[in-house]
């Protein structure tokens, strides 16, 4: 019946699945990611002066990459409620980059962004104390 294995076909079936398939949080690593955000950030957001206050935590390192996986909605605002938490004891600029998160539905960036602003913000009474973008 589906869903009745031994316990060691499970473990088999599962490490030939990890082998043959990375999980969508392999690929690209972090690394890869933070640094395509990096250069994303030089050329297009200092390059075409779309905010003038990127370029001084740019070019003096105080600029902070985090890369947050998966699609939860929740653990991403989560992750980002932290930054900002953090941004209010050590200010700085902290971009958060979620890859897996609806890449193409600019939508529901929109109500993650909404829900922070609105909920977590308020709720933690941050508004005044650092900036979401």
């Given at each position: 019946?589906?869903?009745?294995?031994?316990?060691?076909?499970?473990?088999?079936?599962?490490?030939?699945?990890?082998?043959?398939?990375?999980?969508?949080y392999d690929d690209p690593p972090d690394s890869v990611v933070k640094s395509r955000t990096l250069n994303w950030?030089?050329?297009?957001?200092?390059?075409?002066?779309?905010?003038?206050?990127?370029?001084?935590?740019?070019?003096?390192?105080?600029?902070?990459?985090?890369?947050?996986?998966?699609?939860?909605?929740?653990?991403?605002?989560?992750?980002?409620?932290?930054?900002?938490?953090?941004r209010t004891d050590e200010p700085g600029t902290t971009v958060v980059v979620a890859p897996e998160c609806h890449?193409?539905?600019?939508?529901?960036?929109?109500?993650?962004?909404?829900?922070?602003?609105?909920?977590?913000?308020?709720?933690?009474?941050?508004?005044?104390?650092?900036?979401?973008?």
């Amino acid at each position: 019946e589906l869903g009745e294995s031994s316990s060691s076909e499970e473990s088999s079936s599962e490490e030939s699945r990890s082998k043959a398939q990375p999980t969508i949080y392999d690929d690209p690593p972090d690394s890869v990611v933070k640094s395509r955000t990096l250069n994303w950030i030089k050329k297009v957001v200092v390059g075409l002066n779309l905010c003038p206050f990127a370029a001084s935590p740019l070019s003096s390192n105080k600029l902070s990459v985090e890369i947050v996986r998966g699609r939860d909605a929740e653990s991403i605002a989560a992750a980002v409620l932290l930054e900002l938490i953090l941004r209010t004891d050590e200010p700085g600029t902290t971009v958060v980059v979620a890859p897996e998160c609806h890449p193409d539905d600019f939508g529901t960036y929109l109500e993650i962004v909404g829900f922070i602003e609105d909920a977590l913000m308020v709720e933690h009474e941050l508004h005044g104390r650092v900036q979401l973008a």
